[in-house]
């Protein structure tokens, strides 16, 4: 049976939009780019012996969303994102669970755990992947780069990247806060291999998962657009701190809810 991708996606933004929302708290736009890639993404994991890593722990209401969805969090924990004392706040912090075992508040620290997650994987001589989802702006910290030296240097053909590549970070768009074009070269000269895709057409998306594997690490370089779903959001960087209004909500919700 065909999964329905769309589907999931649109349910997710809208439990996403409700959850910022009612928080007041920030990164909408980062999350609605990221969603599509983990449409597919949670549909494929095995949560018995993949793992999943969220490097770009700013996308935390969408991830919890897809948690949820995999059973891993309950409802009940779901809707207290960023309500007083809930650990379920605004970037994701490790809590021993799957999904959460390694926090990524900073940008750059996700990947090396995922590093070390796929070694230790390796290591034990266990089944499964290492996923870790990243943002294009993470591309410009120096523990990405000896991530990538040390997983080929390992040969951890069980890691799979994820790269949300919406072309922003907080500050503006991430070619002029420090420019990291040509990434799909970068990872090239380090001796991963590569898949460039459209990060929202979800039949690329679950052929390159699929892709055959050969003893590289692997990256898939999803292009994206900030805040996809919502046309005012879309390509707006203010939605990357900006909360909505009560009116952008309902404008919002309602574009949701009329599209295909």
């Known amino acids: 049976m065909k999964i329905d991708y769309g589907k999931i996606a649109k349910e997710a933004r809208k439990t ?32 018995n012996k993949d793992e999943v890593v ?36 605004g970037l994701v912090e490790p809590m021993g669970r799957w999904g959460l075992r390694i926090g990524g508040g900073s940008m750059g620290l996700g990947l090396p755990g995922a590093v070390g997650l796929a070694l230790a994987k390796q290591l034990k001589g266990e089944d499964g992947k290492v996923y870790t989802l990243l943002s294009d702006g993470e591309c410009q910290i120096g523990t990405f780069y000896e991530s990538l030296l040390i997983a080929k240097q390992c040969n951890l053909s069980n890691l799979i990247v994820l790269i949300d590549n919406n072309f922003y970070q907080a500050m503006g768009e ?51 657009i900030k805040g996809r779903g919502v046309s005012k959001f879309e390509g707006n960087n203010l939605y990357h701190y900006k909360a909505p209004s009560k009116e952008e909500y309902l404008e919002a919700l309602n574009e949701l809810n009329n599209a295909i």
Not at 16 to 45: N, P, W
């Open 16 to 47: 996403v939009l409700r959850l910022i929302y009612k928080a007041q708290t920030s990164h909408i736009g980062s999350c609605f780019s990221a969603i599509d890639i983990m449409a597919v993404l949670f549909e494929k994991v095995n949560i």
């Open 54 to 89: 969220l490097s770009a722990g700013w996308k935390a209401a969408a991830w919890y969303y897809f948690l949820w969805r995999k059973g891993v969090i309950t409802e009940k924990e779901l809707n207290s994102f960023c309500m007083p004392n809930s650990p379920f706040i």
């Open 174 to 224: 991430t070619k002029n806060i420090l420019n990291i074009e040509p990434l799909k070269e970068k990872f090239l000269s380090c001796g991963w291999q590569v898949y460039q895709i459209d990060g929202h057409n979800y039949e690329q998306i679950e052929n390159a998962l699929n892709y055959p594997q050969n003893d590289h690490p692997y990256v898939i370089i999803c292009d994206t």
